[in-house]
């Protein structure tokens, strides 16, 4: 990995140099997933352009493989960009941060994503918050879904399935604490990961009334891509 990194970063900075849009940081991040020991397949077709990408999420893997099949940007906690190294890849890549905690700030930041979009590069949100425990998709928090009421000319919602297969518990990372240790961990595991990315059908906005149901609809359709069939507690 830190060979890559230094292979692409000089190349990611000489694209920008001459003003052209890079397309090193996904090349980087897909090479990177590969080194860390995952073999995915993509199954479907993602957009490549005005879309909002939701996925489940278990894992830091789960970064390096969505950017590997899509090159999208990433909706990310604040705190973050603060991170050694992590924040500054980050960077490189565009990603959008927003303070989820701030419950009073949720305009302000669906604000933000909007003018991300408005970009026209695909963006990647991971509506459940945080990492889940591998069993199940988790709820949605709807409130950056905002971003999407008022629809956008021609943005849609497209909903990914990351499926681990039975090794979803063990990439699992649900308390989201010790990042160099869970890194380490995932690195350690013998053997190769294989993943397949559910690229399902794009939602257009302006097909459903808000943003929970629009966040209602992404998740039924994941949990049905994952096989998810026991009904949701009462």
Known sequence: ????????????????????????????????????????????????????????????LDI??????????????????????????????????????????????????????????????FPEGGTGTGHVVGPFRASLLAALVPPMPGVRLQPIALDYGGEAPLIAWPDENGTGTEIMRILALPGRRRVTLHMLAPIDPADLPDRKALAARARDEMRAALGETAPEPV
């Open 64 to 125: 390096l493989i969505v950017a590997g099949a899509t090159g999208a940007r990433f909706v990310a906690k604040d705190e973050v960009e603060g991170l050694p190294l992590i924040g500054w890849l980050a960077g490189l890549n565009r990603t959008v941060y927003v303070a989820r905690t701030d419950r009073g700030r949720v305009h302000e930041q669906a604000g933000r994503l909007r003018d991300a979009l408005a970009e026209h590069q695909g963006v990647t949100l």
């Open 1 to 60: 990995m830190a060979g890559l990194l230094l292979l692409h970063v000089p190349l990611h900075g000489l694209w920008r140099l001459l003003g052209q849009p890079s397309p090193w940081p996904r090349r980087f991040l897909d090479a990177a997933a590969r080194a860390a020991g995952v073999d995915f397949h993509v199954a479907g077709t993602p957009l490549k352009r005005d879309v909002l990408f939701v996925a489940n999420h278990l894992s830091w």
